[in-house]
């Protein structure tokens, strides 16, 4: 009997640890995933303001030139805006798997202190 609560045990941890290690491959990519988004907008907000510049002072010079740069202008917030919502997406799953990663943790710890079979002295 006190074999199959073992076995029983046992097999719930390594199925919580499976999942956690599997969780913390997950986490690790998106967490990857959203630092180079982060680069990515990084450098298109700088592209941004380089053209929006450029873009300021053309409208002061030539309307033509200046019209020129509308669409790239557009295209490139276009990206950001897109990327910038993805970026957000990725982070919400990211804090959603972060909990649920944390919540089998939890029942690991939960399920090791069920089992703890250190003995506690008692005073008489």
Known sequence: A????????????????????SYDNQLTSMNNDIKSNQDTLNS??????TLKAKMDSLKL?????????VTNYN?????????RSTTLNLINNYNQLVATRNDIANQLKNLDNAINTTIIPTSN
């Not at 298109?44 to 303001?49: D, E, G, R, T």
């Open 75 to 83: 295209n490139l917030v276009n990206q950001y805006n897109d990327l």
């Open 44 to 49: 298109l907000n700088s592209q941004l303001n």
């Open 61 to 69: 010079t030539s309307t033509s030139a200046y019209n020129a740069q």
């Open 2 to 21: 006190i074999y199959n609560y073992y076995s029983k045990y046992e097999s719930q941890f390594n199925s919580r640890i499976a999942q956690i290690y």
